[in-house]
């Protein structure tokens, strides 16, 4: 005897009507399921989440699939629980001869043998992969049982994938999914070779969430320039304490701190717009934007960054990036900033205009690449060139919330609380 157990989609009382979206089923129905078996992947917030089966049974029906929105509770699809230990019941066959059952045995056996077989490469090729890594495997259409894994115990890294690369094209079926169609042998245009990447449901939602960001806020972008050279004297002095006590010591702990200062200036840039007022937040919440290998662009965000000195901020990034990507971030770890950075000068960019706000805040800082470069500083009457670290900073801002005095008067703070960093700070 059975019962029916249903499967739905986590409810999460934070962040309350945000839906989510089916990546994959990691069962097909008539496959048995343990209980707390991770049974369905959803993506939410650029972040995956793995709904674990709710009982051991066989997967009976499945009512949301692939690529579906699905709201939080919302049914996804039902298993049937095994009650008792009884085989199910059913017509009795007819018995066999001894000659006819030998035979048939023998090619159950052989059966058998090649579908464990097949199960068992598959299931080892397929074992404990992370979210990333099953994700470029569904974009470049690669079975995991093809990939050589060169983790440890053989497990598929990010890397395998890509050096595995995209199945060959030329074929009929990678015409067909290519788009491509045969020229005729009269044509004098060659053919346009390519090939389809499939979105995934990350850059589909990211794609929405920046158009829906500009046709929503008037970006408007300024530019000033930073002087690192104290930020950098303070860091040699503390990056071996620090390190001692299992935290590095990244500029970009420096920023966040540079950042609260700058907020505490212009609190309109920690705010939201609404069609009936301003909506400033007391929280100062800062999201760092974070690029993760297969994934794309996610977004933690460091709570309370206002009520943190350097030694906790820098150990809070260092947990929030190391997670984001391992691919262990939670739906709550990407919601509720308030004020945005992206540090895009770790990967060579000096200057990137604009940055599209992450709504609905108000504001976004970038910061570009750290070089030396020639300044001109006054030493008493004479002037004399120097080298010094600098880099180019930006604020990209809702022109509804604010105005151009008030953004620069964020960045000439910001940049003055980097200039002028005193050797106490922080501690």
Known sequence: MSSGVEIRAPVDEQAEGTRSQILRWLKRPGERVAENEPLVELETDKVTVEVPSPGSGVLAEILKHEQDEVSPGELLGRINVQTTGAEPRGNTPAPETPARGAATASRTAATTVVQAESVTAEAHAAGQLSPAVRRLLAERGLAAHSVRGTGRGGRITVEDVLQAGAPA????????????????????????????????????????HMVQSLSSAPHVTTVFEADLTEVLKDRNRRREEFAQRGVPLTLTAYFVQASVSAIRAVPEANSRWTDTALELYDSIHIGIATAVEGIGLVVPVLKDADARDLFDTARALDDLVARARAGK????????????????????????????????????????????????????????????PRCYVTLTLDHRVMDGHQANRFLETFVGALANWPTTAGS
């Not at 060579?348 to 604009?354: D, H, I, T, Y």
């Not at 609905?360 to 690449?369: D, F, R, T």
């Not at 500083?377 to 010094?388: F, S």
């Open 169 to 208: 094209a030329g074929n009929e079926s990678a015409v067909a999914t290519s788009g491509q169609r045969p020229t005729a042998e009269m044509s004098a245009e060659p053919a346009i070779r390519s090939h389809r990447v499939p979105h995934t449901a990350v850059r589909r939602r990211i794609a929405e």
């Open 329 to 388: 971030l939670t739906p709550a770890d990407v919601r509720g900033g308030t004020f945005t950075i992206s540090n895009h000068g770790v990967s060579g960019s000096l200057l990137a205009a604009p940055i599209i706000i992450n709504q609905p805040q108000s504001a976004i800082l970038g910061v570009g690449k750290l070089e030396k470069r020639p300044v001109i500083v006054e030493d008493g009457d004479e002037q004399k060139i120097v080298v010094r």
